[in-house]
């Protein structure tokens, strides 16, 4: 996992390098893209995965429904779809990007691209190398749990950006 080759991006998000995986999770800030996506039912409610206790990051953390790094030479898109198959066993579904932003933690700094389907009614079969488990929550249930320890820091920022669009749902 720590050979994975990112491409390494502008604060526009214009491929400018290549690092390594342990490069770019080493503390080094290097600026690097991921892709998230959010899953929301007919319901409103919203789909959350539960990090696999083995992953290096936020282990244990309840997570947007997909979260992934997007490999050397693939497109924004190209990453979004690999990724949903990977971890939730998605293959058709519509979805749009809402927006992208930069996060920076404490090991890294990503250039974060957003997504999101709407009124999902899909099977989802989880990957349980990478994730322990999923389930769709609502809106109430997230906002009681938010700043507890419950979701990763990043789930909890972009869930704030969020809120607009859950609001016009």
């Not at 992934?68 to 058709?92: N, P, Q, T, Y």
């Amino acid at each position: 996992m720590n050979d994975e080759i990112f491409p390494i991006v502008d604060e526009a998000g214009n491929v400018i390098g290549k690092a390594l995986r342990k490069e770019c999770h080493s503390g080094s800030k290097i600026l690097h893209p991921v892709v998230h996506l959010h899953i929301f039912n007919d319901n409103k409610m919203l789909y959350l995965q539960r990090r696999s206790m083995n992953k290096d990051i936020q282990p244990g953390k309840w997570d947007s429904a997909v979260g992934g790094h997007v490999d050397l030479g693939e497109s924004i898109d190209e990453a979004m779809r690999r990724e949903a198959s990977e971890e939730l066993g998605l293959k058709e579904f519509e979805y749009s990007k809402l927006f992208s932003y930069i996060y920076e933690s404490n090991i890294e700094r990503e250039m974060v691209n957003t997504f999101a389907t709407f009124n999902f009614c899909g099977d989802i079969n989880i990957d349980h190398v990478e994730i322990d488990e999923g389930r769709f929550w609502s809106i109430e249930e997230i906002m009681e749990n938010l700043n507890k320890g419950v979701f990763t820091p990043n789930f909890e920022h972009e869930f704030a950006k969020l809120q607009q669009i859950i609001t016009s749902l």
